[in-house]
């Protein structure tokens, strides 16, 4: 499946491979409709020429900013065809923010929402300095816009269209994706379309993604999650799209019953949802067969309850980063579920993993360092930005900034980022343990670590801890649960039992939010509190 249409080389290939392959089969499906693979390739043809009557020059960068739409998924798509780059842009950032990311980006056409969540995301960008075009995805827009679908259907282009396809190459930029900025400001990743067609592909091939699956996408489009193993692993394996704008638990169940879903890929979060709903006695979820998701912390009892509560078939766990143009390791059909839960696999083909020491050397097996990584998704370097280029990236291996250890049998375990270790008293502290303790209780649904400043430690671990519904816990019983099973200096010495963590767009804990919140909450005290 994978190596045929990989072979395509570039995202457009892919989409033309598929509306031949699949032709009649359902790509995109949503509340307005359904748009079969080969329709889905007329349309945007035609939503490129557009683009280029609209002035986009080949290498353009186009920024991209709403929800999970099918209009983002075919403007994405138009970009592409018209030898633009995509420039996602979250939907959680400020005006400000996303203003300030297109300036640097050098957009000069954003494609925005007219209405997303009481924001009006293209009017927006219409008041970003400087000469923006902009064009508001959907049917309607605000007064004085164009709407997505007058403009995509306007296209006339067609003959310079055919002539940059002809010239589009897998080496091409296909995406700048900014990073989450959780390290200072967001940096752009230039990411091409060989490693987008060439990894996606061997995603696909691990998790069993085939033609006549259905995929509710939930990771956000603008995240490489969403636009990357979300709608175009869809494309590449004849599998159906249904973008999912925002996550709830109750019309989720509803997609599923009505569409026979198949895969669900998301955070931890999500499937803890899922279960809880399976374990009320719904029987809407029968038809999942595959779950896929990733993090540093996975309590093997989570994924039991994928395997046995939701009765999926397969659960995939991964890593990834947005300068390898997502995936770089897996495990695979018929790991143990051990396998599977404490670790996050093995590379994939044509990915290389070590794991090296401050110095840059590689260490043996078993020894904690950071994670380098290279192969075929390795990205192109940080748009105009060479010095931090250079200094993430050396001899073709890229220093990922987390920590981890590979075992004997190959498998990566991640044990935190390099930035969130908490030092105390000299002692490394890795966030991701205790937090994998904490989940291991039978009340705790949620859990995170930072680290605190002390004027005679440096620093003491502090959690951030949400109660499983209707659980009721005891501090200080939590805290001696935590002492019976972590050396002192790894017990968190403040404790605040709270009703949810802030999450980014890629459904992991912003610990700044936490370190923020911390710092107002905490003043002079170090005392073991509860505050929800």
């Not at 709403?66 to 075919?74: D, I, K, Y």
């Not at 912390?297 to 999926?312: A, S």
Request: proline fraction near 6%.
């Amino acid at each position: 499946m994978g190596g045929p249409l990989a072979a395509a080389g570039t995202i457009p290939g892919v989409v033309a491979r598929a509306a031949s392959t699949y032709a009649g089969r359902p790509a995109l499906v949503s509340p307005a409709g359904t748009v079969a693979f080969d329709e889905l390739l007329e349309l945007v043809r035609s939503a490129a020429g557009a683009l280029i009557d609209a002035g986009v020059a080949t290498g353009d960068r186009v920024a991209i900013w709403g929800p999970n739409t099918p209009e983002w998924a075919m403007a994405s798509l138009a970009v592409l065809f018209a030898g633009g780059s995509v420039v996602p842009v979250n939907t959680r950032y400020t005006a400000v923010e996303a203003a300030a990311l297109v300036s640097r980006a050098g957009c000069r056409v954003v494609l925005a929402e007219g209405d997303s969540g009481g924001r009006s995301l293209s009017q927006e960008a219409a008041a970003m300095p400087g000469r923006v075009t902009v064009v508001s995805l959907g049917e309607s827009a605000p007064p004085g816009q164009t709407s997505w679908a007058t403009f995509a259907g306007a296209g006339s282009s067609s003959a310079e269209l055919d002539r940059r396809l002809a010239a589009l190459t897998p080496g091409d930029v296909s995406h700048v994706q900014y990073t989450s900025g959780t390290t200072g400001a967001p940096k752009g990743a230039m990411l091409c379309h060989g490693a987008m067609v060439e990894t996606t592909a061997r995603w696909a091939d691990v998790v069993g993604l085939r033609v006549g699956d259905c995929y509710p996408v939930v990771s956000p489009f603008s995240h490489i999650g969403g636009h990357k193993t979300g709608l175009l692993a869809c494309l590449v394996a004849g599998a159906t799209t249904v973008p999912v704008a925002s996550f709830d638990v109750g019309s989720f169940e509803r997609t599923v019953a009505e569409l026979d879903v198949t895969v669900v890929q998301g955070p931890p979060t999500l499937f803890h949802a899922l279960i809880e709903r399976a374990r009320e006695g719904s029987d809407a979820l029968g038809t999942l067969r595959v779950g896929v998701t990733g993090a540093a912390v996975i309590p093997p009892t989570l994924v039991r309850d994928m395997l046995h509560v939701l009765g999926l078939q397969l659960v995939v766990t991964a890593y990834g980063l947005t300068e390898t143009t997502g995936v770089c390791t897996m495990t695979r059909p018929g790991d143990p579920i051990d396998v599977v839960a404490e670790t996050s696999g093995r590379p994939i083909e044509g990915v290389d993993v070590r794991i090296i020491n401050e110095s840059g050397e590689a260490v043996p097996a078993g020894s904690r360092g950071e994670i380098a990584v290279r192969g075929i998704g390795l990205m192109r370097g940080y748009l105009d930005d060479p010095e931090a280029t250079d200094a993430s990236m050396r001899d073709g291996w890229l220093a990922t900034g987390d920590v981890g250890w590979i075992g004997e049998d190959g498998n990566l375990r991640i044990v935190d980022r390099l930035k969130d270790m908490v030092v105390v008293g000299g002692f490394n502290v890795y966030p991701a343990e205790v937090e994998r303790v904490l989940l291991e209780h039978d009340a705790v649904s949620q859990a995170a670590v930072i680290g605190l400043p002390d004027v005679r430690m440096g620093e003491v671990p502090g959690a951030f801890v949400v109660p499983v519904q209707g659980a009721a816990i005891d501090v200080d019983s939590l805290v001696v649960y935590l002492g019976e099973r972590l050396a002192k200096f790894k017990v968190p010495r403040t404790v605040w039992l709270v009703d949810g963590l802030p999450m980014n767009a890629a459904g992991k804990v912003a610990k700044a939010e936490l370190r923020s919140d911390a710092a107002s909450r905490l003043g002079s005290s170090r005392q073991v509190v509860t505050d929800s």
